[in-house]
């Protein structure tokens, strides 16, 4: 930085709009001495804690998380009269409603007990 003053606020440290706000000079940056960087700072993300790491990336769940979503997703893959993108989309939508309800409730259960056992006729 060198002893002369800055041009945008005059060494005052801070500028004026129309409306009588007052905030710092983007200059100087309130010192009132002129830069010999030019006003411009480097805010671009070069450090690298800024950058996430490929094990800092969550997983993917691929299996229910509660004891009683584990039960019925079991049932599901063990069911012989379901297909196998039948059972996939069974056991992704048992995961969304635990995420969306926190637990298989008993309604749901039933739901997908109906899905995956053999009608009697």
């Not at 060494?11 to 706000?21: A, C, E, H, Q, Y």
């Not at 996430?52 to 004891?67: H, I, R």
């Not at 196998?84 to 989309?89: G, L, P, S, V």
Request: glycine share 10%; hydrophobic share 30%.
């Amino acid at each position: 930085m060198t002893s002369e003053t800055c041009g945008i606020c005059m060494g005052d440290g801070r500028i004026s709009n129309s409306f009588g706000n007052l905030t710092t000079c983007p200059s100087c940056h309130g010192s009132g001495r002129r830069s010999d960087e030019g006003g411009y700072r480097d805010v671009t993300k070069t450090k690298p804690s800024h950058h996430k790491s490929a094990a800092a990336a969550a997983a993917k769940q691929t299996w229910p998380a509660t004891a009683e979503g584990s039960v019925l997703a079991g049932e599901v893959r063990d069911s012989t009269l379901v297909a196998a993108d039948a059972k996939t989309r069974l056991i992704q939508e048992i995961m969304d409603h635990e995420n969306s309800h926190g637990r298989c409730t008993t309604t749901f259960v039933k739901k997908i007990r109906k899905q995956v056992r053999a009608r009697v006729t």
